[in-house]
């Protein structure tokens, strides 16, 4: 079974641009989460799709940050424009939704360097 | 919101010692997974373990819900083991977000 996939690996990018992150889940799955994780700390949840619609998008940084996942597969994250502290590894993760308990399987991120 | 205390943040360990991960969590779960977060930053499911205590190989472990605690164990460590072990929790009664805590950073020397 193929994993979480995202793309690209790594971006550098001069503050002030916009940049997008693709990702794409494990096949079936319905919730998609995308996870902000600055240096040396742990993954924070910015947004959550059940399907195509948004279920948690409270720490999302709305000014500048969107998030998209038009026909319920795959997402995009767009940030623009970018700030130095927005520098950190953006993660995509999904789970299937049967039930209270589900597990989360994490795709290899995105690294952002904001110059 | 929960809190998720990890400790030790830091263990460096030679080849072949055993260790012990504490995760411990300010409420109630229904969901408790262990992450590794290799040198790439890839992160890799240990443990999906609400309760109760599972093996996987030279991997263990146990979380006792009602006290609000997981350990995991790591036998005959091997330099591969290194890296940051996470411990993350999703709070009855919210969302399905998992809450991460700041991690251990493992390093076994050879």
């Known amino acids: 079974e193929a994993g979480v996939a995202q793309s690209p690996r790594y971006k550098i990018i001069e503050k002030r641009q916009s940049v997008a992150f693709w990702c794409n889940p494990i096949?079936?799955?319905?919730?998609l989460y995308w996870y902000q994780q600055i240096l040396g700390q742990g993954p924070k949840l910015l947004i959550q799709?059940?399907?195509?619609?948004?279920?948690?998008d409270s720490q999302l940084p709305k000014d500048r940050f969107s998030a998209e996942r038009l026909k319920g597969v795959d997402s995009t994250l767009k940030i623009q424009p970018a700030k130095l502290e927005d520098s950190a590894v953006y993660l995509c993760?999904?789970?299937?939704?049967?039930?209270?308990?589900?597990?989360?399987?994490f795709g290899p991120g995105t690294r952002l360097t904001v110059l | 919101g929960i809190q998720v205390e990890q400790s030790p943040p830091d263990l460096i360990l030679q080849e072949g010692a055993n260790s012990t991960l504490r995760c411990n969590f300010s409420?109630?779960?229904?969901?408790l997974q262990w992450f590794h977060q290799n040198p790439w930053g890839q992160l890799i499911n240990l443990f999906y373990?609400?309760?109760g205590t599972k093996q996987n190989g030279r991997l263990s472990a146990t979380t006792v819900a009602t006290e609000r605690y997981s350990l995991l164990y790591i036998s005959s460590s091997q330099t591969t083991d290194s890296g940051v072990y996470f411990c993350?929790?999703?709070?009855?009664?919210?969302?399905?977000?998992?809450?991460f805590g700041q991690g251990t950073r493992l390093t076994i020397n050879p």
């Open positions: 993760a999904s789970s299937q939704s049967v039930g209270v308990y589900n597990e989360q399987f």
């Open positions: 096949s079936g799955h319905a919730t």
């Open positions: 799709f059940q399907n195509n619609g948004v279920v948690d």
């Open positions: 409420d109630s779960v229904n969901n």
């Open positions: 373990i609400p309760s």
């Open positions: 993350a929790v999703r709070p009855v009664g919210g969302a399905q977000k998992l809450v």
